[in-house]
């Protein structure tokens, strides 16, 4: 079974400080991505990668950075939380060579709540 | 970017009841996916649709990939307690091989026993 973990169920921060948010895969993915999800606005794309040191931005990556160093791992950092941020923050992953280049299932993780006050 | 847009936001329904909700888009997709999340977790693949009309089930679930290519919609038969939660309509429009998926703003669904 796939799976993937994040380091944090649920996190409170302050404004300013910077957070980090880890995220791990054991099924050797390509493709990794972050979403933060809010009630009414569906899951909405902060970044992804498709490879080791290889990073995109998605819809909205204002305020966040990300790394990938290592295939299997995909940091999420907020260089300066504001309450804005208050959110349900998803990883997931995928690969793309299984099904002939048609796009495969993403395996979520658990979830990250974070809460900046 | 690209949106879907997913009917119904919410429903609320008898234990029993068929519930029915359906994603549509603007753009022609090659692929489908159907997720469930449940309180407090991340979601969970349902069903995963790759050709166009193609009609599969899982169990009490059944969904179709739109012939248009640019709609899908997902039904569940006999509904029980356990179905609550969110479900997410995904589709991706040919992203190469970065795998990036559109979701849709999802559908909350309530069971009363």
């Known amino acids: 079974d796939v799976k993937v973990t994040q380091s944090s169920r649920y996190l409170v921060k302050r404004t300013g400080e910077k957070v980090f948010l880890e995220c791990v895969q054991d099924?050797?993915?390509?493709?990794m991505f972050w979403y933060r999800q809010d009630p009414g606005l569906g899951l909405r794309l902060i970044y992804f990668?498709?490879?080791?040191?290889?990073?995109e931005k998605g819809d909205i990556p204002e305020g966040y950075s990300v790394s990938r160093e290592k295939k299997e791992r995909f940091s999420l950092i907020l260089e300066s939380a504001s309450t804005n941020q208050t959110s349900m923050y998803l990883c997931?992953?995928?690969?793309?060579?299984?099904?002939?280049?048609?796009?495969?299932?993403?395996?979520f993780g658990p979830g990250t709540r974070l809460t900046v006050l | 970017g690209q949106q879907l847009n997913q009917s119904p936001q919410s429903m609320f329904i008898q234990e029993g009841e068929d519930v029915s909700m359906n994603c549509t888009s603007s753009?022609?997709?090659?692929?489908w996916l159907w997720y469930k999340q449940d309180p407090g977790e991340g979601p969970v693949l349902l069903i995963a649709?790759?050709?166009?009309?193609e009609l599969t089930s899982n169990g009490r679930l059944t969904a179709q990939f739109g012939i248009t290519r640019k709609d899908s919609f997902l039904n569940i038969s006999a509904s029980i307690p356990s179905d609550v939660g969110i479900y997410f309509c995904?589709?991706?429009?040919?992203?190469?091989?970065?795998?990036?998926?559109?979701f849709g703003q999802g559908t909350t669904l309530q069971v009363k026993p």
């Open positions: 997931a992953s995928s690969t793309y060579y299984t099904r002939g280049g048609l796009t495969d299932t993403q395996y």
């Open positions: 099924m050797d993915h390509e493709n």
């Open positions: 990668s498709y490879d080791v040191k290889m990073k």
């Open positions: 753009s022609i997709f090659n692929t």
């Open positions: 649709l790759y050709k166009a009309g």
């Open positions: 995904a589709g991706d429009y040919g992203s190469g091989n970065t795998g990036k998926l559109i």
